[in-house]
């Protein structure tokens, strides 16, 4: 992938009002349209395979595609064609996704374009600089129970959870990497400068299993939820199809799985007493 601050279409800008554009190998040949100017015994079209709807063996696909590398090769534009094409546009797609292009096929840039995702960025890339993830990852350096962590960074405890999910990954570790590997590779990177690491044993996870949040109507009341005038009520049931009465949406339903039915309740005692709490609190969530 081209690693370049420059939009797609300032790239493609840049290809075509090259001076040198006009005498690009994939261009049509003067005295055959048909034919390609860097190599008239290549059809015009060389660079991205026959129609759509016509087969063509691997075999065949990587010579052709041999064939019209060698012209990107001889190519004078094939810098600032390269650029274009392997840029990545807002959707996140390659610029060109089909075909040969600055010299390289397609799946050769999509490999680089995957490479360039996953490579592990550097600690002065501002995703490591937010205030909350230098706070969470400060916590965790001195503590590990999930609320405890939260209680430090100054967060709730899904922020907090969520921030050590992203913190792992962003520094290019495993899911299940314990804390204290994780917080040697944050120091190696310089994340944790001046900051004293409080050891455990080396079994807790970086990232923390799901969180239980203690049942009752107290926490309810921490969310700021005071009245439920709907919430979703969860029943056993065996049967085919799942369907609200007040909402025509269907749910795919298996043997066993359960159903969803909508009730009224006046508040949050009532939640709490119909419900167990996690299911109450996720409704009111
Ligand atoms: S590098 Fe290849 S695809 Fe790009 S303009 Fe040149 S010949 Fe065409």
């Not at 610029?95 to 995702?117: C, D, F, Q, S, T």
């Not at 409080?198 to 969310?223: C, E, K, Y």
Request: aromatic residues 4%; charged residues 25%.
């Amino acid at each position: 992938m081209t690693v370049t601050e420059k939009s797609t279409e300032q790239l493609r800008r840049e290809w075509v009002i090259h001076p040198h554009f006009k005498y690009r190998g994939c261009a049509p040949d003067a005295d055959d349209p048909m034919r390609m100017a860097g190599d008239p015994s290549l059809h015009v079209g060389a660079h991205n395979g026959p129609d759509a709807f016509l087969p063509e063996g691997q075999v065949e696909r990587r010579l052709r595609e041999d064939a019209a590398i060698e012209v990107c090769l001889n190519c004078p534009v094939m810098v600032q064609c390269d650029a274009y094409a392997s840029s990545v546009r807002p959707d996140g797609r390659l610029a060109e996704p089909e075909g040969v292009w600055g010299g390289r096929r397609a799946l050769e840039r999509h490999k680089a374009l995957i490479r360039a995702r996953h490579a592990v960025p550097a600690a002065s890339d501002r995703r490591f600089r937010t205030a909350q993830k230098q706070a969470v990852l400060r916590a965790l350096a001195s503590c590990w129970d999930p609320f405890e962590v939260a209680d430090a960074a100054g967060v709730d405890v899904r922020t907090a959870n969520w921030q050590r999910s992203s913190l792992v990954r962003l520094l290019g570790l495993p899911k299940d990497v314990s804390r204290m590997r994780a917080l040697a590779v944050a120091r190696e990177r310089g994340l944790l400068d001046g900051v004293e690491v409080v050891p455990d044993d080396g079994s807790v996870p970086a990232i923390p299993p799901p969180t239980r949040l203690p049942a009752g109507p107290q926490q309810l009341h921490m969310w700021g939820v005071e009245e439920f005038p709907t919430v979703v009520e969860v029943q056993p049931r065996a049967g085919r199809g799942v369907r609200s009465p007040s909402m025509k949406v269907k749910f795919r339903c298996v043997d066993g799985q359960e159903d969803l039915v909508l009730v009224e309740a006046t508040g949050v005692a009532d939640v709490c007493e119909m419900f167990p709490a996690e299911i109450a609190l996720e409704a009111a969530a």
